[in-house]
């Protein structure tokens, strides 16, 4: 049955997300003259993805596990509107192997890979023995079965130096020490035992190489129900503030051809490990750079990513078109030998959040929304000037990404793209994200994953500059045009850019 | 700058501006007592003085609201209590975020909405002042 529908490709789709990716697979679907169901939470009744597709089904209360996380109204409405197939995004039950096999037993296609496959990466556990099994390097870690102190070091000896102690049943960073030479296991031991004991109520440790300074970098893979698997190179994640991803690019400037090419194929074993489908990707920390580095599995995302378009923009090709011909049924529209990289993109992701304010989620409604344009400039956005922003969901309400033939020119495009992207308001990171893409550290490409987690604070002190007297001007005029009571301004404090402590200030007295 | 600019409507809240030596594109958007203002990718909040005089003025800041659904996680204050501006009333958290809610203003606490441990909805006092 299922083959059948693949046979005939997918002619009418559900999409289980909203937002800026929903728009996207809409707008693959119109080119491919597929009909297209928009679901939708009360808090999106007026979306413009809602607006945007063929048709459009309420699911329930704005609530994600009342809406977009209820799998069985989701596959009520597709069955109910005629869809045989379900593009799930990202988030929501994009990753659920019980949604994956409901799709399947209700004979929908499900754009994204078999149930098994997310089963068995679901697992991280699971996942790490697989990879190991199919020879994907994985961080050498290990609890030893001998927790005596001469087992233990002769495993921290196995395993290499730096090392990082941890207890077995722990986490948030009790108990862990860090081992840089062997004189220092015993006493690193007995201290993390205790921790251990004292915490956890469990002395069992779990030793492996500490990666210092990594860089994230993940590679994206593709494979067909015809037994093709490829990768489409790299991407470059590392610009991330509590594992929420802020800036991503490709190429990676640290990788050389040989640790890509090694990569690569890493990412290929791992999809062929899990009999993979449709598009993937392999998240992989980094040490180091250049044909000394060392990259080890960090997990699949068994899903379309959300910088899937800086991949796009390199290798010229259209991910989401892809997902939709390996759907249904046809091989992948691509070779790997025809696959190459050329030039630098970057995405910037546009939160509703506010780093002066220790980078807090917004709400409210877009008072002005215009997005930049230009050659290289693409914007895939959920909003339109009128939306309100709720905290129910994400916080992103754009992606902004550039393309250019380096990666300085690919900067510079997106500096003049960011300072002509208005948003007002709510807050927004785009202050922030301009000191970002201008910090040393980002030029030079040297950022780890912990660059933001230390410097962001610095970087949204930074973000908080004095609006320039034009800006004054053009509100003053603003206020006489809409009778909004400016004219004759009392003198008060300057105002400031960016929000600080009182993000009230008055005007500045203005003669027009 | 010694001369006055000149501001032109470009239609939209976008505003063009020319101080003499260069030119700005300004977007101004915002309702009677606030105007967000955008410049090269920066933005700001600009009150007009009118609304400051009435925020400044009694009845105003009668009370804390949280800006979102949140937990409160702490409560610093209880009726009678004497606050001044700028003081932690409450803790919510939100999206695993803290928020401090601080007082708008020096005053007695009347009343207390919240307990530690509610969730609060945006728009609703979790405290009133005297």
Same mark, same amino acid.
């Given at each position: 049955m299922t083959a059948d529908l693949a046979k005939r490709g997918i002619r009418r789709l559900l999409i289980a997300n909203r937002g800026e990716i929903a728009i996207r697979i809409i707008r693959a679907c119109r080119e491919r003259a597929i009909e297209t169901v928009a679901v939708y939470s009360d808090a999106d009744a007026e979306a413009p993805f809602v607006r945007a597709a063929d048709q459009a089904v309420h699911l329930g209360a704005a609530p994600a596990r009342e809406s977009y996380l209820d799998g069985a109204k989701v596959i009520a409405a597709a069955l109910a509107t005629g869809a045989d197939a379900v593009h799930p995004g990202y988030?929501? $039950?994009?990753?659920?192997a019980h949604f994956a096999k409901a799709c399947e037993a209700a004979d929908l296609i499900f754009v994204g890979p078999p149930s098994s496959s997310l089963e068995r990466m679901g697992s991280k556990i699971g996942a790490r023995r697989l990879m190991v099994e199919a020879g994907v390097p994985v961080v050498p870690g290990e609890t030893p079965a001998d927790q005596s102190d001469a087992a233990l070091e002769a495993a921290i000896a196995r395993i290499g130096f730096p090392a990082l102690i941890k207890p077995s049943? =722990? *986490?948030? *960073? %009790?108990?862990m020490k860090i081992v840089r030479?062997? #004189?220092?296991a015993a006493d690193a031991l007995a201290a993390a035992r205790r921790e251990a004991q004292a915490s956890f109520g469990d002395s069992t440790l779990y030793v492996e190489r500490l990666i210092e300074r990594p860089r994230h970098v993940e590679i994206q893979v593709f494979a067909d129900t015809h037994g093709n698997v490829v990768h489409l190179f790299e991407r470059e994640? #590392?610009?991330?503030?509590r594992h929420q991803k802020m800036v991503e690019e490709s190429?990676?400037?640290? $990788? #050389?051809a040989t640790v890509r090419s090694a990569m690569g194929q890493a990412a290929v074993a791992a999809a062929r490990a899990v009999g993979y489908r449709n598009a993937g990707t392999c998240e992989f920390l980094l040490e180091g750079?250049? &044909?000394a580095a060392r990259f080890y599995f960090l997990e699949m995302n068994t899903r379309l990513q959300v910088e899937h378009p800086v991949t796009e923009c390199v290798v010229g090709v259209d991910l989401v078109h892809a997902q939709l011909t390996v759907a249904g049924?046809?091989? $992948?529209?691509?070779t790997q030998e025809g696959l190459t990289q050329r030039g630098h993109a970057i995405e910037c992701r546009i939160y509703a959040e506010d780093p002066a304010q220790g980078f807090i989620p917004q709400a409210g409604r877009l008072l002005l929304y215009r997005e930049p344009q230009g050659p290289g400039i693409r914007v895939d956005s959920g909003v339109t000037a009128g939306t309100e922003v709720s905290?129910?969901?994400?916080?992103?309400l754009a992606k902004l990404i550039v393309w250019g033939e380096s990666r300085d020119i690919a900067r510079h495009r997106a500096l003049a793209a960011l300072r002509d992207f208005a948003v007002l308001g709510i807050r927004t990171n785009i202050p922030f994200m301009l000191q970002l893409l201008q910090h040393p550290q980002f030029v030079a490409a040297? %950022? &780890?994953?912990g660059f933001l987690d230390r410097e962001g604070a610095v970087i949204a002190a930074a973000s908080v500059t004095e609006l320039p007297p034009a800006a004054h001007a053009a509100v003053a005029e603003h206020r006489r045009q809409f009778g909004s009571? =400016? =004219?004759?301004?009392?003198? *008060?404090?300057p105002a400031t850019v960016? *929000? &600080?402590? &009182?993000?009230?200030v008055s005007l500045r007295g203005w003669r027009g | 700058m010694a001369d006055s600019p000149v501001v032109t409507p470009l239609g939209g809240g976008w505003y063009l501006v020319d101080d003499g030596e260069r030119r700005w594109r300004v977007a101004v958007a915002g309702d009677r007592d606030t105007q967000w203002v955008f410049v090269n990718g920066q933005v700001a909040t600009v009150e007009a003085p009118k609304a400051i005089a009435r925020r400044r003025g009694?009845?105003?800041?009668?009370g804390v609201m949280s800006p979102m659904p949140a937990t409160v996680v702490a409560l610093h204050v209880a009726p009678g209590q004497s606050v001044t501006e700028g003081e932690t009333l409450i803790v919510l958290e939100a999206m695993k975020m803290e928020l401090p809610i601080r007082a708008p203003r020096d005053g007695v606490v009347k009343t207390v909405a919240c307990a530690k441990g509610d969730m609060v909805q945006p728009g609703v006092n979790l405290l009133e002042f005297e």
């Open positions: 988030g929501f $039950l994009s990753e659920r049943a =722990g *986490g948030g *960073g %009790i108990g030479t062997a #004189s220092e994640c #590392s610009a991330q503030r190429p990676c400037p640290a $990788l #050389s750079e250049g &044909d049924g046809e091989p $992948l529209p691509f905290v129910y969901y994400d916080p992103m040297t %950022i &780890d994953t009571g =400016g =004219g004759a301004a009392p003198p *008060g404090g960016g *929000g &600080d402590v &009182d993000p009230f | 009694k009845g105003h800041d009668a």
